[in-house]
């Protein structure tokens, strides 16, 4: 039996109180379902306001589970469950481990204050909440570093080297990465851990120069995901609603090359737009979900029989809980 999917999933979401939730990075046909669209921020803060008891999110694990964990009675089901690379590469040892390293050189630990982006886990978001520490998004990342400096504390900064990094440059303090350049801690403000995205290391300052070279007038917009020399070689850098905002205030006739994943700068206006890199970057996981799947899990919310449920394990949840709630807390 052929299923029309887009047919079911509307009379899903009509019958249904569910709300279809869905990143820019999802593929189209699952993108144009959701309810409820925008920036990892933007999702986490709408979710959080919105009245329905279920929530069909459409993205990446850490995404779903900080719905789960801001709003621990609504049921959160996600037709896929596909982990971000980046946050992957960061678990409660190895947080532990970067606040030894921090603390074998030297620093106390009740003088460290940990951010975590929140491309990571909830057991990681847990240990930066125990530790009185924020999470932070790429939108929202210069207004919570401010907030943890008055701390007065050095900021331990995970799993995003580059975020970190790219941040450091744009206020003006020093930032080192743990096991790369000599890092000493006690001569820099922000001690990155070692993660990056796999999507966002394809775009390269060769890319930049290529397209410069081609289109002298051209503009080059980044995701700050991006390596450090990329974000300074470009002409701006935002969050993925930022980078959104600013190619639509640009003029028509203005080229430019983006760089950031393949669905969303795909979607973006048509006319002189470039994905600045010769590689398509697509991420992985965030095309994982088909919309077979979303048509899967709705309908398993009808049969009763609901699959790929979120669960976050209550004393992580309370902790990870913690930090969501000090950068919502943040206008
Ligand atoms: P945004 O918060 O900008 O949507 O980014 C999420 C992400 O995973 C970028 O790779
Ligand atoms: Fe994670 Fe990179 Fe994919 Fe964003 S683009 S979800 S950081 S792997």
């Given amino acids: 039996m052929n299923i029309d999917y887009k047919s079911e999933i509307n009379r899903?979401?009509?019958?249904?109180?569910?709300?279809v939730v869905a990143h820019y990075y999802q593929r189209d046909e699952v993108f144009e379902m959701g309810d409820i669209t925008g920036d990892s921020l933007e999702l986490a803060r709408r979710c959080n306001d919105d009245k329905n008891p279920w929530v069909v999110f459409c993205g990446v694990g850490f995404m779903g589970q900080s719905v789960k964990v801001i709003a621990p009675h609504k049921r959160v089901l996600m037709p896929k469950i596909a982990c971000c690379a980046m946050a992957r590469m960061m678990d409660g040892v190895y947080f532990e481990e970067s606040v030894q390293y921090m603390v074998d050189k030297g620093i106390d630990r009740d003088n460290i204050l940990p951010i975590t982006y929140i491309n990571s886990d909830a057991s990681v978001k847990a240990k930066v909440g125990a530790m009185g520490g924020f999470v932070c998004t790429s939108s929202n990342a210069f207004a919570i570093i401010s907030k943890g400096l008055e701390s007065g504390k050095k900021i331990l900064f995970v799993p995003d080297r580059c975020l970190g990094q790219n941040f450091a440059i744009q206020m003006g303090l020093k930032s080192c990465v743990i096991g790369i350049d000599d890092c000493d801690p006690k001569e820099a403000d922000i001690i990155c851990f070692n993660g990056f995205c796999s999507v966002h290391q394809l775009f390269t300052v060769d890319d930049i120069e290529f397209y410069r070279e081609k289109y002298p007038e051209i503009k080059i917009a980044v995701h700050p995901e991006c390596d450090p020399a990329v974000?300074?070689?470009?002409?701006?850098?935002?969050?993925?609603?930022q980078l959104i905002k600013y190619v639509a205030q640009l003029d028509p006739d203005q080229k430019v090359a983006v760089g950031t994943e393949y669905n969303l700068v795909n979607r973006m206006r048509k006319e002189n737009t470039f994905v600045l890199s010769s590689t398509k970057p697509e991420c992985p996981t965030m095309n994982e979900t088909t919309l077979e799947d979303l048509y899967l899990t709705?309908?398993?919310?009808?049969?009763?029989?609901?699959?790929?449920?979120?669960?976050?394990?209550?004393?992580v949840a309370k902790y990870a809980n913690m930090a969501l709630q000090r950068m919502l807390d943040l206008k």
């Fill in 12 to 19: 899903l979401k009509e019958k249904l109180d569910v709300t």
């Fill in 231 to 241: 974000v300074l070689a470009s002409d701006f850098s935002g969050s993925t609603s």
């Fill in 298 to 315: 709705l309908k398993s919310i009808e049969d009763d029989k609901p699959i790929n449920e979120i669960i976050v394990e209550p004393e």
